[in-house]
């Protein structure tokens, strides 16, 4: 703890403020992991066998209520959007389909593009302070008392080196992070489009026959 606590005096404001973009972003992680790896999470399969059951015996209210009662998840919520329209025609259901993701989509990505700016900002930041840093150690050979150099001259380049390494500290595990997160919304919304364009299909064939030729 001494040491964290000493390695930010030498890195001075960079420092600070590098520290105070990975306490943002683990805050952001940790709210963006519980929702899209817990909150948003469900056995789409389960799910929509149960669905193509209840449309299949004609329940459409039971399925409404069952996706409700999941709503809290992206793919129920489109879902139900879909077969509240399930009475209209095949352009009301499509339309259906679209309003209900243009509600849902927003949600997966929401503040995760913050992740990607913290983790650029807090290497530019260090880099900023590495400049800074060796700036100052330049000043301290040219101007500074001799008495007072080599203190000065340490100061410089401990904070040039502090703060290329907190930056590059804070950077690294967040873009790491932001890559799975980003790959974990794509699965998501992948997941959610092919499981309603099912729910989509059924809803406007189920009251087609098959065509029967004469003499059958």
Do not use: W
């Amino acid at each position: 703890m001494e040491n964290l606590l000493q390695l930010i005096k030498d890195s001075g404001l960079p420092g600070i403020i590098i520290l105070a973009m990975g306490v943002a972003a683990l805050a952001l992680i940790i709210e963006r992991v519980k929702v899209l790896y817990f909150d948003y999470a469900i056995k789409a399969d389960e799910f929509l066998a149960q669905i193509k059951t209840l449309i299949l015996n004609d329940k459409i209210d039971d399925a409404i209520t069952f996706c409700a009662s999941n709503d809290k998840a992206p793919l129920p919520h489109v879902v139900k959007g879909v077969l509240e329209r399930s009475d209209r025609d095949d352009e009301g259901i499509y339309q259906g389909l679209d309003i209900a993701l243009s509600e849902v989509i927003p949600n997966l990505g929401k503040r995760l593009g913050y992740l990607a700016m913290l983790s650029n900002v807090a290497t530019l930041v260090g880099l900023l302070g590495t400049i800074t840093g060796l700036i100052a150690a330049f000043e301290a050979v040219s101007y500074a008392d001799p008495a007072q150099k080599q203190a000065l001259l340490s100061k410089g380049i401990s904070m040039a080196m502090n703060t290329t390494a907190m930056g590059l500290t804070v950077a690294i595990p967040v873009l790491i992070v932001y890559a799975f997160l980003h790959a974990r919304q794509n699965h998501l919304l992948e997941q959610i489009s092919e499981q309603s364009t099912k729910v989509v299909d059924m809803l406007t064939t189920r009251h087609y026959q098959p065509f029967e030729s004469e003499g059958t």
